[in-house]
């Protein structure tokens, strides 16, 4: 489809450097046009935009494969993700919980964090949020973890992180915003798109896991309705009210 070796080269020079853009470099490439609904809403419809494109960019059985890799993996689910995405993974992890034990998320990964390989083998999964420009140690990890036979899931972009080549499973979101930045808010919403497709498949069957859950919570009070709740019943069932003379007539 290409006119000739030139042409080829252009192309995958363009997309070479599409996948490693800085926002320094987007900084003069996305300059602020002079839109009429303003910077703002602008901003929104392009996000809003690069939703539209996330929800076409993966077919529903992938959100059914992807369930299945996280609920049905007989070892650890340990989860990964980079400067930004990690904290993506942490939303992730704070809702498998819910639904499995064995869940480990790594958080901000440092050099300690590799000797996690050796306990991690075949048996287990590695859930991966690399997004460009892909960060080297997480990519360095994964493929260790893949050299030892653990599965993997990746969620990353339309230009795809090298971790794509080993990973079982890729999930891609379009991250295009209007702004020196990639947006993850499309990440966030796949991400939660898997949730509630688990819920959907899944829900009672985990359903006595997230009562136990609930009661825990209760217990310490963690949130503010369970704290009233306990306030309550330390005072008692309420007093009667007095009935006045006039009531009394």
Known sequence: GYVGFADFQARLL???????HSPLLMMEAKRPGGSSEGTAL???????????????AVPVQAYTRAVNMLLESKGQVVLLGGRFSRHIASMLAGYLLQFRSGVRDIGSLSPA????????????????????????????????????????????????SPISEIADLTMV??????????TLATAVAQMETVFAHALEGHGAGVRKRIEDIEKIRSANAVTLDAAEQAVS?????????????????
Do not use: C, M
């Not at 363009?14 to 490693?20: D, G, K, Q």
């Not at 460009?132 to 493929?143: H, I, K």
């Not at 979101?173 to 990639?182: E, H, K, R, T």
């Open 233 to 249: 019943e330390d005072a008692g069932p309420p007093k009667p009210a007095h009935k006045s003379k006039a009531g009394k007539a």
């Open 173 to 182: 979101a379009a991250i295009d915003a209007n702004s020196p930045f990639d």
């Open 113 to 160: 964090d590799f000797d996690l390989l050796i306990d991690l083998g075949k048996r287990d999964l590695l859930v991966v949020f690399d997004y460009r420009r892909y960060q080297s140690d997480v990519v360095r990890f994964a493929q260790q973890a893949h050299e030892r036979g653990v599965s993997i899931l990746l969620f990353t972009d339309v230009w795809l």
């Open 14 to 20: 363009t997309e070479v450097e599409s996948r490693l």
């Open 42 to 56: 602008a901003y929104f419809h392009s996000v809003s935009d690069s939703l539209e494109r996330t929800r076409t």
